[in-house]
């Protein structure tokens, strides 16, 4: 499959701790993103790393890219029960823009 | 901020039935995409546009067609929908190879 395999399928904490999805890929890519939904309605973007970067920050999230062994990490710290949502990776292989996705992990935040 | 909006939020059509569905930005991003979203499957391509009246199959366009007469709006036109056509439809828009933003979703059930 060319999709980005996501694990853990769903994952539930408590609030305050860390959250980590991982997304694994066998393309090559030009760059891979980051996108969280909430129940039932649209996808949000979160981050964008490109393939020559390492990792990227943006508040609470922090993103890793490792392209020697084709995968990424989303790390989001301190989690809130707002930040309850499924969260995709995608990939970006080519220039007309079009993504990949994957199926997705469903974080599940406690209050 | 780049605003991305779907004609129904809900859409419910008999099997049989020619069913439209539409998209429209306001931010004149030149690519255009048509998703659907089902359980444990993902997002997955169905058309996508990059520029007025130009259009490309993605990954599951049977039974689908779609039109773009004018940059901002972008249809996906189901010819005679069936019950598998039963979906959450995304539509996203994009410019310049970087992230998608998109609409809220229309959620269709074809009965």
């Known amino acids: 499959s060319q999709q980005g395999e996501e694990d853990p399928q769903a994952l539930s904490i408590q609030e305050g701790e860390n959250a980590t999805m991982n997304c ?13 939904q909430n129940s039932g309605r649209g996808l949000v973007h979160l981050i964008l790393i490109r393939s020559n970067e390492r990792e990227k920050h943006s508040g609470r ?8 062994k084709k995968s990424s990490s989303l790390l989001i710290t301190a989690s809130r029960a707002a930040d309850t949502a499924s969260y995709f990776c995608a990939l970006g292989s080519s220039n007309t823009g079009k993504l990949i996705f994957g199926q997705g992990t469903t974080l599940q935040v406690k209050p | 901020d780049v605003k ?5 939020r ?21 690519n255009m995409f048509w998703y ?23 990954d599951i366009p049977e039974g689908y067609s779609v039109s773009r007469e004018k940059k901002e709006r972008f ?4 010819e005679s929908a069936s019950t598998n056509q039963t979906s959450m439809y995304l539509c996203a828009t994009q410019s310049g190879g970087r992230e998608q933003y998109f609409g809220p979703g229309t959620r269709l059930t074809v009965t």
């Open chain 1, 24 to 36: 694994s890929y066998k393309t090559s890519i030009n760059n891979l993103q980051w996108y969280r």
């Open chain 1, 61 to 68: 999230l922090r993103v890793t890219l490792d392209t020697s």
């Open chain 2, 4 to 8: 991305v909006t779907q004609s129904s």
């Open chain 2, 10 to 30: 809900y859409l419910v059509k008999r099997t049989g039935e020619k069913v439209f569905l539409e998209c429209v930005q306001d931010m004149d991003h030149e």
């Open chain 2, 36 to 58: 659907r979203q089902d359980p444990g499957l993902g997002l997955r391509l169905i058309y996508f546009s990059y520029d007025v009246k130009m259009k490309e199959k993605g």
């Open chain 2, 75 to 78: 249809s996906l036109i189901l």
